[in-house]
């Protein structure tokens, strides 16, 4: 009865953890797109899709706020912290 339990879990914890890391990358895509050069004249237009990029903060959201890695991490601990309570 725990196993099947534990199997769930855990791959819902690394979906979670997998969906945290494409929000840290989505995060990275400004500065990849700002060093791209796309030819004299266009430094304006670059600058306001990378205004757009940041402000549209892509990535994963959960009950309205952004997953990110630190997040995902610190529930993964607290919830080890209570499975051991529970089983100790």
Known sequence: VLL???LVS??????LLLASMISDKCG???ALVNAISFGEG???QRQ?????????AA???VFGTRLVT???VKFV????????GLLT
């Open 77 to 84: 601990y607290v919830w080890c912290l209570i499975v051991v």
């Open 70 to 72: 630190s997040a995902v």
């Open 59 to 61: 990535g994963f959201y």
């Open 10 to 15: 855990s791959g819902v914890l690394y979906l």
């Open 48 to 56: 306001d899709i990378v205004d757009y990029i940041t402000s549209s």
């Open 42 to 44: 266009t430094e304006r």
């Open 28 to 30: 990275r895509v400004p």
């Open 4 to 6: 099947p339990a534990f």
